[in-house]
């Protein structure tokens, strides 16, 4: 199992915000599984992850042995698109001019307890600069319509979040559109507090899944 941070996050630091395209996430992955000398893999993630994890599902599927999106983000129109824009730009002005803690003041309390808990706790350990070039991901388009998701040809468990950046209802609505897709007992719910109470959820189906896989491809 290798559990790499996302470029720009944790020690990946990366402060040109030209190389944080949603392009450049996925080819990370093909990139570590390479240094790391595996041919196929399971790849999944939360958050940002989910999406760079689905994205490499469609670019290379014959390196993808399955996939897990842990709170799917949502996918937003035009109108959606340009308010995200807005969204990252102005948290990108606070964490330059003011700070990382300051740059999220005013977003924490609108997060899930879990999100909220991951975030402080990130706060400390992250590169400003790189924090700030990251959010330039936002002038990028990871998908344009949920549609797009039934070229995932892997299997898939999906893990919906319930937040109004994670949306239940795209979840559900990208277990129906993918053509091998489960759509997950589990959630990720108002009622977990920390990364470990995430993990104590979201492994046991996740293992299940990753077992079954493992066998179909025996």
Not at 9 to 21: F, I, K, L, N, Q
Not at 139 to 155: G, Q, W
Request: aromatic share 6%; hydrophobic share 45%; with cysteine.
């Amino acid at each position: 199992m290798v559990l790499p941070d996302i470029r720009g996050y944790g020690t990946s630091v990366c402060t040109d915000p030209a190389r944080h395209t949603w392009q450049q996430y996925t080819d990370d992955v093909f990139a570590l599984l390479d240094g790391v000398g595996t041919g196929r893999a399971a790849v999944g993630g939360t958050g940002l992850g989910s999406t760079i994890a689905l994205r490499a599902a469609i670019d290379r599927p014959d390196r993808i042995r399955g996939v897990f999106p842990i709170g799917v983000e949502d996918i937003e129109d035009d109108a959606a698109k340009a308010e995200e824009i807005a969204f990252l730009d102005a948290f990108a002005r606070r964490a330059r001019s003011r700070g990382l803690e300051a740059a999220w003041a005013p977003i924490l309390p609108e997060l899930p307890p879990v999100v909220g808990s991951m975030v402080r706790d990130a706060i400390p350990r992250s590169q400003p600069p790189s924090i700030v070039a990251a959010a330039a991901v936002g002038h990028d388009r990871s998908f344009r319509h949920v549609n797009e998701l039934a070229a995932v040809r892997a299997p898939a468990l999906v893990i919906p979040g319930t937040d109004w950046r994670h949306p239940r209802a795209l979840a559900e609505q990208a277990a129906a559109v993918m053509p091998d897709a489960t759509l997950a007992s589990v959630a990720v719910s108002g009622d977990l507090r920390t990364a470990e109470d995430l993990a104590r959820t979201v492994a046991p189906p996740i293992l299940e899944f990753l077992l079954r896989i493992h066998t179909d491809a025996e």
